[in-house]
């Protein structure tokens, strides 16, 4: 699909995207370019981020890429008020920054664990209190990117499983805390998505992909784009009285309770970004 960028209901809104260098985030910021908001793309990597924000900017956007890493709490904190100087103050935010690599509990180590929850769970919570005074409120949006491996127990995601449950009641604790000064936080909790680097490590091979597929009752993967329109419905005025929920976009995967050794060895129902 080529989107149109033109005018539309986030114009003129300034939004924060983590890990919007590449990916569902990346698809989240270019849905939101298209209809008018501008777009701060914060990652590691300074190249990728720009070359986000190029692609963005060739369409007619506006976009561009502020370098820290979501861990650093200072460092983060400094790339948004960079963002803030430069595109204005925040009215959405995305926090999308993610890290998973299949392996079974007793096959991962003390720091693979711990490096998944940092970034996932450490992450959304420093992206959340980092940008939350540079917010335009009330009015503001945060949707946080979860999975459904924060409700659903997976083989070989302990470390994800429990990141993104974390994600999830964050998400809930500061729809309590921040509604009443007019801020919404809703989290996104996607399924197997096409063409992600996610999907690539835990479904590397047809049959992979094909026993996924067969889990799935609308019978194929989400793609990028249905994960992003559901993030801009979320930011949109349609939503303005949607705060604290989960929203699943996994084409009905999460119904249906299967053996995770039909991937052998992987799980069954694998959320990604």
Known sequence: MTPVFREGQLEGRVAVVTGGGSGINLAIA?????????????????????AAATGILKRGGVAAGFAADVRDYDALSGAIAASVERLGAIDIVVCGAAGNFPATALGMSANGFKSVVDIDLLGTFNTCRAVFEHLERPGASIINISATQAFIPMAMQAHVCAAKAG???????????WGPLGVRVNSIAPGAVDDTEGMRRLAPTDQARANI?????????????????????????????????????????????????????????????
């Open 167 to 177: 994600v999830d009641m964050l998400t809930r604790t500061l729809a309590l805390e």
């Open 30 to 50: 270019e849905r939101f370019a298209e209809h008018g908001a501008k777009l701060a793309l914060i990652g590691r990597k300074q190249e990728k981020l720009d």
């Open 213 to 273: 597929t067969r889990m799935i009752p609308l019978g194929r993967f989400a793609k990028k784009s249905e994960i992003a329109d559901l993030a801009l419905f979320l930011c949109s005025d349609a939503a303005q009285f949607i705060t604290g929920v989960v929203m699943v976009c996994d084409g009905g995967q999460s119904l249906a309770t299967v053996r995770s050794d039909l991937l052998g060895g992987g799980s069954p129902r694998i959320g990604t970004q």
